[in-house]
């Protein structure tokens, strides 16, 4: 089973509907974080959680929500779906890497998403 | 300023020759982490390499190696002896900041190898 699970890995809807992306993680690991991609634009970061009780926003957050509903689980939303929203969403995790640094961001497979 | 530069958006290498994909960084930490990741035409980001801002030695895993030049800032991947498989986008990402809590990826390099 992989350590970062996204659901669904592929979806197609229409603009005005809400969708909700989900990731689950088995690392134990209290950091996770959302990105999209976009071709030519590399990985931009959505939101990100510390742990269950902190969520901050990242580079390009408007039109996005999230939820942190447990340490293992980290889902994010989109209330109002538009099609520039249409990309490739990555939910990744972390370890804290006090004092270190060497610790990667682990991926999931990635949601492909296309809003009409 | 971008902090992860890609200053290649594709390449073209032949099987079994060596190739070099530029990254170039930007930080004022004195502690940072470089990482690289491989991302095949399936959509999976594969963790491939790090190196450590205090490594003196650059870091090595099987055929892929980093050159990595603190005073430039460049964290260049190296693939030897490419193989077909390795065709794929190549993303460099930095950790940085307090607790080391920001991450930041580059715009990424496709790379395509020729039989």
């Known amino acids: 089973d992989a350590d970062v699970t996204q659901t669904p890995r592929n979806r197609i809807t229409k603009t005005g509907k809400r969708i909700m992306l989900e990731c689950s993680q088995t690392?134990?690991?209290?950091?996770m974080y959302w990105y999209r991609q976009d071709p030519g634009l590399g990985l931009r970061l959505i939101y990100y959680?510390?742990?269950?009780?902190?969520?901050n926003k990242g580079e390009i957050s408007d039109g996005y929500s999230v939820s942190r509903q447990a340490q293992a689980k980290f889902s994010l939303s989109l209330e109002s779906a538009i099609p520039n929203q249409t990309a490739l969403y990555f939910c990744?995790?972390?370890?804290?890497?006090?004092?270190?640094?060497?610790?990667?961001?682990?991926f999931g497979d990635g949601t492909r998403l296309s809003i009409l | 300023a971008q902090k992860i530069t890609q200053t290649q958006p594709g390449m073209f290498v032949q099987e079994k020759e060596a190739v070099t994909l530029d990254c170039t960084y930007d930080?004022?930490?004195?502690?940072?982490?470089l990482f690289w990741y491989k991302q095949p035409s399936s959509g999976e980001m594969i963790f491939l390499i790090y190196?450590?801002?205090?490594?003196?030695q650059n870091a090595t895993e099987g055929r892929y190696s980093l050159n990595f030049q603190k005073a430039r800032k460049s964290a260049n991947l190296v693939i030897s002896a490419s193989q077909l498989g390795d065709s794929a986008m190549y993303f460099c990402?930095?950790?940085?900041?307090?607790?080391?809590?920001?991450?930041?990826f580059g715009s990424g390099t496709k790379l395509n190898v020729k039989p």
């Open positions: 690392k134990g690991h209290d950091r």
């Open positions: 990744a995790t972390s370890s804290p890497g006090e004092e270190r640094s060497n610790q990667p961001q682990h």
């Open positions: 190196q450590g801002s205090y490594d003196e």
């Open positions: 930080t004022s930490d004195q502690s940072y982490g």
């Open positions: 959680s510390f742990d269950v009780k902190d969520i």
């Open positions: 990402a930095m950790r940085e900041g307090r607790n080391f809590n920001k991450f930041y």
